[in-house]
Each structure stands twice: as C-alpha cells, then as structure tokens.
C-alpha cells in the first residue's frame, strides 16, 4: 500500500534542482532575493499567531487588552501560567485535571491502537489474507467518518452501557479511530523489514510467531515508536468526541476544557493562550521527535516517501 | 513494494494439497491461524466501534426516535431522507459547505503549492524553513480556533488594531455574515497550507535532477521547465493531497464550534455543525442519523476518489 516517490528526502539540505552558480548569474540574482524575501513574508505570516498566542500568555492583563496592541513593551508575567495549574483558591485547578485526564486518555488508547495495530499490520504484510485490498480500503475508510455523525449512535450506544462520562469510553473510540491508522502506518515499516528474515528463521527452527518477536519486531521499534507518536497527538488534540461524551471535570480532557474558557461573558484571553501555550508545547516536541515520517503520518500512513 | 516480499500463502497451499510434503504443512495452518488471530482484534474494535454504530444510525435513520423523548422507535421508512434533501436549510448548508470547502482547499492548494515550491529551490536552511511552516497544522483545531477568535476580536483583537494603525477601519470579522464564513476560511487556510506544503515538497523533492539538466541544456525556459516536467510529476501526489483536505474540509466541525458557533445567523453553518444541532440541540434522533448517512454516503465517494487515485500513484 506503501506509495514510493523515488527515493527523495525533503529534508535533505543539499538537494536542489539548479545548480546554485547557475542561477545566482545576473537576473538570477534579483530573482533569488526576491524568493527569499516572500519566503521570509509568508513564514512571518504563519508564525505570527503562535508568537503571538505565546506572548500573550506571559503579558499582564492590562496589556492583554491594550488598544492598540502591545507588540514590545509590555510587563512580562508567568501569573497566567500559575492559573493553568493552581486554582484560585490554591489546590489543583480544574485545568491541571483536564490535562490528567488528557495524558491517561491519550496514552492508554494509543497503546490499545498499538498493541491491537501492529499484529495486523505484520499480518496484512506477511500473509495472503482474503481480500486483502478490500480489508485495508474499508480500514482505512472508517478513519474517514464524520465524528459528528459517529457520535450520534456513539452517545446512545455509550448511554445505554454506561460508558457516557467515562475515560474509558474516550479511551474505547480513541483506539477504534487509530487503530486504522497504525494499521496503514505500521504495514509501510514491515514492508521495509525483507520477509527473508524471518523465513531464514523458521529455517533455523522458530516458529514464525518467535521469528516475528526475535527478529521483527526489535526492527520495526522505531516506526512503532513514530506511529505511537502520531496516535498520541491525533488523540491529544482531539475534540469533537471529547466534547459530545465526556462533561464533568473529573473526566474532561483538555481540549473541551480549554474550550470551556471561553464560555462565559468575560474572557480571560491570558489564561486561554497560556493554557493553549501548555497544551500545545508536547505536539510541537513529540511532532519535531517525528519529522521524518511526517508526510505518511499526517496522511494516515497513505503516502511514503 | 510489498508485492516482492509478501508470501503467497494460500497459493501454495492448493498446489501442497496433492502431494503434503509432511513437516511443512503443520506450519502453513499456523500461518492462517497467525493472520487471523492478529487481524481480528483490530477488526473487531473497528466493527465494535464504527460499523456498528453506523448500522445503528441506519436504522434510525428509518425511524422517528428521539433522544429525549425515548419511547418507541417507529418505522417511517423513507420519510427523514426525504425531508432533508428538500429542505431548503439544508440546501442552504450544503452551499454554505461547498463554499467553504473549495474556497479553503484551492487557497490551501495555491499558497502551499507556492511556498513548497519556493523551499525547494533554496539551497540553505530547508529543513528549519520547513519545520517552521509546519507548526500550524499540529496545533490542536481548539487551540487554533481559539487564537484566531483572540485575533479577530472587535474590540481588543490584533487584527484591528493593525488595521487601525494603518489608518483603515474597524471590521467585525466573526460577527458580521459576510466576513464570518470568509475569516473562517482564512483560519483552515493557516492551519492547513503545511499539510499541502509538505507533500508538495515531497514531490518537489522526487523529481529526479537530470530531467532539469536535460531541459536547461535544450535551453528550455524557466516556464517550460516548470510546466513540462515540475507539475505533471508533482501533481498526482498534490491531487492526493486536495483530496485529503477536501474530506477533511468536508467533516469539519471543531473550528466552527470554536470560531463563530455557526453564526451569525446560520451563515457559518456547515452541515457537519447543522448535523450536531439537529442532533443534540434539536434531538430529532431519526432526522439527524438520516442526515448523518447522506454524508457518510459523500464522504464515501470522496474516500473512493481518494483511494483510486492513492492505487494509481502506487503502480505507477
């Protein structure tokens, strides 16, 4: 399933179409600032929400709400911060909870999905399984859904077992939407593992479940680990479920929390960014741990390079 | 790449049948049993957790049922369908989906198209450059849709406030019907432009060098180079990329929860947010698990589309 697009690397700094002396020579020149400068236009532009969620949330309230805006000068505070985790009142806040709940919701449904993905991966790969194309399109396409719509039998189906207002049921639809996901993802690394291995195995007298755990498997850790990654930032950022099946405090994740800070007639946009700051600044380190497999992570494992 | 080194098992199992060389065909079963005891976990959640529930949403998507009321279900065939497809809300929503679909998904298409391209022809600093335009698109949708509103805000919003010091007046961009559908495309822009960027440059990056050689020594214009070789190559991985966005666009509802709530008026509603309000503020059950199904049933198409295209992209 695995789509190769030669054998290219996009990171890969020395890479380039042109030979650079070529075009630097006279018109060249002038061109080539010119891409640097609209480069340099569009990268400002696309960072500068994020620069500017980060420096709100270390600005004063007075200066949060200047008019016109603070760029520069404004009285740094780490105050907001200190709201994210501690309550008014002292204690825990209801936001440190939520980013509890978040880490528990977030690893055990990427373990369910990992532990329940990579098998079928392997199989997928290795075995001639019936209809094989057809299983991996219809895996796939449950990734696909509307959450919105698969929320509706979700809730009454959750109502009726009591899982309504639980992690497990968060932990439950989390794994079913990536274990798709690693299944794709996955079966991209065992294909890279040469099958040969594990034959010249079992022609040394394992079965082919110990040629996969001796010798496979210890392989593939790495693109386990990336795809894990990936699960766990789908799981983490995810919102709609969230939203729909959880609603007390002790059970919300992060995402409807944060979101709840908006609910009331003031808003305390410090608080908001600096919560926003905290929940986003893992995905931005486990996304930059993952870089090289970005491309197949972010399409569900569709496209490889 | 797999063709290769995948066993074809059961291929062999029908030429083993006549003659079973002893010690191997114990092992073969096992494989079987392998393949079935690894694969049925994972399509038992899946159809535990998404067919199911989906066969239950067709089912009430026959009946009157509602959430709130419970009682009994009663059968009114197709009468939900019908309902929705004449609705003249509906109609609405579907428009209002449409726009912003192709309006946020060309954008998209257009300005990361144009920056991949633009790192692909730098030499120095490409995988900084690149790890910076990608940090919209991991953002969590709430974080995202959040700042934006921050930044779009009336009074106290940075947005205005460099408007105003640009001499230019003050807009409400969230709270007026003509700029809350357009501010919400231009928030899925900043998030997702990365995405298209990305793969572009994937592309980009697989185009082999020596095309561009051979073309620069028949002197081919920059132009010709880019339209003979650059796109035809690139765009059979872009248009996967369209595709991806477009059902993504398509199932969007946490940014227009955030953002605008659907208003105002309706005007930001699309029919993933009109789905959730039939649903859950309305809790006509029936109504909206048939409205649910009709976009199921499009997304399906797109997925098609989608898969079609991901095979052809494989054998070539």
Redesign the interface.
């Known amino acids: 399933m695995a789509v190769s697009v030669d054998e290219a690397a996009s990171t890969d700094p020395v890479r380039d179409h042109t030979p650079p002396a070529r075009r630097l020579r006279g018109r060249g020149r002038g061109r080539s600032v010119l891409e640097v400068a609209l480069l340099t236009v569009l990268a400002v532009v696309m960072l500068f929400p994020v620069l500017w969620m980060i420096e709100t949330s270390i600005k004063e309230n007075r200066d949060v709400y200047a008019v016109p805006a603070k760029f520069f000068d404004f009285k740094v505070t780490m105050g907001h911060f200190k709201d994210v985790f501690v309550a008014p009142g002292g204690g825990r806040s209801a936001l440190s909870v939520a980013f509890l709940n978040s880490v528990v919701v977030a690893g055990v449904s990427t373990a369910l999905a990992t532990v329940l993905g990579v098998p079928a991966a392997w199989a997928y790969s290795r075995f001639a399984v019936k209809a094989k194309k057809d299983q991996l399109f219809f895996i796939l396409s449950t990734r696909f859904m509307p959450p919105v719509v698969v929320v509706i039998p979700i809730f009454l189906m959750y109502r009726q077992v009591g899982l309504i207002d639980t992690k497990l049921g968060l932990i439950l639809i989390y794994a079913a939407f990536n274990v798709p996901f690693t299944i794709w993802m996955m079966k991209g690394f065992v294909d890279e593992v040469p099958a040969e291995y594990e034959d010249a195995a079992m022609l040394d007298g394992y079965t082919r479940l110990q040629a996969f755990r001796r010798f496979t498997l210890p392989l593939l850790l790495p693109g386990i680990a990336a795809t894990a990654v990936f699960a766990l930032i789908f799981s983490w950022n995810e919102f709609v479920f969230a939203i729909f099946l959880t609603s007390s405090d002790s059970v919300r994740t992060a995402p409807p929390a944060i979101a709840g800070l908006i609910g009331g007639t003031t808003v305390d946009w410090g608080l908001v960014a600096a919560a926003s700051v905290v929940f986003a600044l893992p995905v931005l380190v486990f996304a930059y741990l993952v870089r090289k497999h970005l491309v197949a992570g972010v399409t569900l494992g569709a496209v490889r390079r | ?2 063709d290769p ?7 062999a199992v029908q030429v083993a049948s006549a003659t079973p060389p002893a010690p191997r065909r114990p ?1 073969r079963l ?3 049993g ?2 079935v005891a ?2 049925s ?3 038992l ?2 159809l ?7 066969l ?2 067709l089912y ?1 998507s026959f009946t009157d049922y509602s ?1 709130t009321r419970g009682g009994q279900a009663h059968f009114i065939w197709f009468e939900n369908y019908t309902a929705i497809l004449t609705s003249a809300q509906v109609h609405l929503r579907a428009l209002t989906t449409l726009i912003y679909v192709v309006g946020a998904v060309t954008l998209q298409t257009v ?1 990361g198209f144009a ?1 991949a391209y ?10 900084l ?23 779009f805000d009336a ?2 919003g ?1 947005i205005n ?2 408007l ?2 640009l001499g230019l007046g003050q807009v409400e961009w969230l709270t007026q019907q003509r700029t809350a559908l357009m501010s919400l495309i231009v928030v899925d822009t ?1 998030q997702w ?3 298209i960027m ?2 572009a ?9 020596y095309l ?1 050689e051979a073309a ?1 020594i028949d002197r081919a214009s920059e132009w010709f180079r880019f339209r003979t070789i650059t796109l035809p190559l690139v765009w059979p ?1 872009l248009l ?2 369209v595709l ?1 966005r477009a ?1 993504e666009a ?2 969007l ?2 940014l227009v ?2 953002l605008t709530s659907g208003g105002p008026g309706v005007s930001t509603e699309t029919l ?2 009109h ?2 309000k039939v ?2 503020l309305g809790f006509n ?1 029936g109504t ?2 048939a409205y ?2 009709l ?2 049933l499009v ?2 198409v ?2 098609q589309l989608y ?1 079609r295209y ?1 095979n052809k ?2 054998e070539d």
């Open positions: 790449m797999s080194t995948t066993l074809t098992t059961d291929h092992r096992s494989d079987r392998l393949a690894f694969i976990p994972a399509l959640l899946l535990g957790m998404s067919v199911f529930p989906l239950w949403a009430l959430a300005l920056i633009l790192i692909s022809r730098r030499t120095h600093g490409r995988g450059l690149t790890t910076l335009f990608l940090v919209p698109m991991m953002l969590s949708p709430v974080v995202v849709g959040l700042f934006w509103r921050f930044m009074q106290f940075v406030s460099m105003g010091s900043w432009t990365p995405f990305l793969i440059l994937a592309g980009l990056t697989a185009v082999p060098k561009y620069s991985l996967i990329a991806f059902i398509f199932r509802f946490d929860y955030i993933s947010f789905v959730y649903a859950f059950t909206a698990s649910g199904i976009m199921v997304v399906m797109l997925t898969l991901l992209l494989k």
